[in-house]
């Protein structure tokens, strides 16, 4: 339907000392409701909060092949 590279629906970086969370999921009542959303949302609030860490390194040309020309 629509004529674009792939996107990530949720992801993290870097951001000089700070932490980036972003999440497009969860449009829809019954999404938040399930078990691997709310794990994705805990997580990730997690890591920006600094609580857990986790790897993050720079990947969008990886994951989005075609979105940078």
Do not use: C
């Amino acid at each position: 339907m629509y004529d674009r590279p792939p996107f990530p629906a949720a992801w993290a970086r870097m951001h000089g000392k700070g932490r980036v969370y972003y999440n497009s999921m969860g449009h829809r009542e019954d999404v938040w409701t399930g078990e691997i959303f709310q794990q994705l949302i805990l997580g990730g609030l997690a890591w920006a909060l600094g609580n857990i860490d986790a790897d993050v390194p720079p990947n969008f040309k990886e994951v989005t092949p075609g979105a940078i020309t």
